[in-house]
Nanobody, 126 residues
Framework: VQLQASGGGLVQAGGSLRLSCAAS????????MGWFRQAPGKEREFVAG????????VYADSVKGRFTIIRDNRKNTVYLQINSLKPGDTAVYYC????????????????????WGQGTQVTVSS
C-alpha cells in the first residue's frame, strides 16, 4: 500500500487543521492506521491510532482532547483533525499502516508499522 499525507500548513496558535492520508494499491481496511510526528531534533513520536474498523482509537497524552483520528474505509483515507494548535505541535506529521488482525489495537511504537507516507509539515506560530 502507498500512503500520501496532505493538509499541513502554517497556522496560528489556537487554529485547526485537517490532515489526510490517502491510500492506494490496497484497501486501507486491511490496516490499523496511525499518525506520528517528528519535530526538528527530536525522535518520531506516536500521535494517534485507529483500529481497522474504526471502533477504537488511542492518543498520546499530549494531544488527547485536541486531536481526533477518523477513518473512511470507503474513501480509503484516514484523517487527523487537529484543533487548538500549539507551537509545540510543530512537526512533520506522518501516517502509517500496520498489517494487523481485524480488532487489533493501534500500537504506539513506530516499529510496529509496515508502511509510511512521506509526511506533511505542520507549523504553528505563536
Amino acid at each position: 500500500v502507498q500512503l500520501q499525507a496532505s493538509g499541513g500548513g502554517l497556522v496560528q496558535a489556537g487554529g485547526s487543521l485537517r490532515l489526510s492520508c490517502a491510500a492506494s494499491g490496497r484497501a486501507i481496511s486491511n490496516y490499523v492506521m496511525g499518525w506520528f510526528r517528528q519535530a526538528p531534533g527530536k525522535e518520531r513520536e506516536f500521535v494517534a491510532g485507529i483500529t481497522r474498523s474504526g471502533s477504537a482509537t488511542v492518543y498520546a497524552d499530549s494531544v488527547k482532547g485536541r486531536f481526533t483520528i477518523i477513518r473512511d474505509n470507503r474513501k480509503n483515507t484516514v484523517y487527523l483533525q487537529i484543533n487548538s494548535l500549539k507551537p509545540g505541535d510543530t512537526a512533520v506529521y506522518y501516517c502509517a499502516a500496520d498489517r494487523a488482525l481485524w480488532e487489533a489495537g493501534a500500537k504506539r511504537s513506530a516499529d510496529e508499522y509496515d508502511y509510511w507516507g512521506q509526511g506533511t509539515q505542520v507549523t504553528v506560530s505563536s
